[in-house]
């Protein structure tokens, strides 16, 4: 017995070889790029609420195969018509999910930050000092606990939603943020953008997520910081008004619990990478200098 397993062994092990040496490169590439893919395909349903929409799908593909199997020819020819419609209803139903996914494919994120092409120092040190004011404002944001909202604009373009608010288009500084975010300030409501550096506009509005799992306790804020980073590549900063939390939005994620030192960190590792070891040395020198 024990000799007929071995031999039975050697036999798969032997067609699992053959078989390995038929694969060439193109099918090593070919079966890669499927993987990929279908890796793809599967974080976007599992970051979204269409894995709610993928298990009914499941579920009546379950019932169709039972139906196929006992030969039930009304019930299968019924569920058959369900599965033939759902494919053509399934591009309407996941068309905000699809979207989104067409929009990550079409973005070209520099690989070494979004203002690292510059060559011009003087544009260079309007960002570094523009991250310096936004961390400056957001301290003392935080510490009073008032509510703000800003957008960090990266590859995707946000024309339509600075339509929406005012153009202000001004050198950032932390004096002006903290008016424009001042309760019952005429634009401390909405969103302020900013571009090349600059505080390009305020009293934008946002789209609000539509996940729905997200913690009763995140405001409206939050929800529209969420919903921005869904629909573009932004980097999106909120300050809760209830508890002064610094909170970070990318990709449909929010990130929460950043104090301004770790905020300037984040921004410049994002905006300008080689300036990230950086930080802590240039936050030594403003210390000094305003001390």
């Known amino acids: 017995m024990l000799s007929e397993a ?5 036999d798969s092990l032997s067609n699992i070889w053959t078989t390995i040496k038929t694969i060439s490169p193109g099918d090593g590439i070919d079966i890669l790029m499927v993987a990929v893919v279908f890796y793809y395909v599967i974080k976007l ?26 030969q039930f020819k009304v019930m299968g020819f019924f569920m058959k018509t369900i599965l033939t419609v759902s494919a053509t209803a399934l591009i309407v139903v996941f068309q905000p999910e699809l979207r989104r996914a067409l929009e990550r494919m079409g973005r070209t994120r520099l690989p070494s930050g979004l203002f690292s092409g510059m060559q011009n120092e003087e544009q260079l040190e309007a960002v570094r000092s523009m991250i310096d004011e936004v961390c400056e ?4 944001l935080s510490r009073h606990k008032t509510g703000a909202l800003m957008v960090f604009e990266m590859q995707t373009r946000l024309g339509e ?11 950032p ?13 005429p634009l401390h409501d909405g969103a302020m953008i900013i571009r090349d550096a600059r ?23 939050h929800r529209a910081s969420l919903g921005m980073s869904e629909n573009s590549d932004a980097i999106v900063v909120v300050i ?33 990478p080689e300036e990230a070891p950086r930080g802590k040395e240039r936050r030594l020198k403003l210390k000094k200098a305003k001390s």
């Open 6 to 10: 071995n031999i039975t062994l050697q």
């Open 45 to 70: 349903v599992r970051d979204t609420r269409a894995s709610q929409l993928v298990k009914g799908i499941l579920l009546l593909l379950f019932v169709y195969l039972i139906t196929d199997m006992l």
């Open 137 to 140: 404002a957001s301290e003392s």
């Open 173 to 185: 500084v932390a004096e002006l943020i903290g008016n424009i975010f001042f309760p019952n300030a």
């Open 161 to 171: 939603i600075i339509k929406t608010g005012t153009l202000i288009d001004c050198k």
């Open 240 to 272: 809760s008004e209830e508890t002064g939390t610094i909170s970070i939005a990318r990709n449909g994620v929010l990130t929460r619990d950043y104090t301004p030192q770790t905020l300037g960190d984040y921004l410049r590792a994002e905006l300008l």
């Open 199 to 221: 505080l390009h506009a305020a009293g934008c509005f946002l789209p609000l997520t539509e996940n729905n799992e997200l913690s009763k306790e995140l405001g409206t804020r």
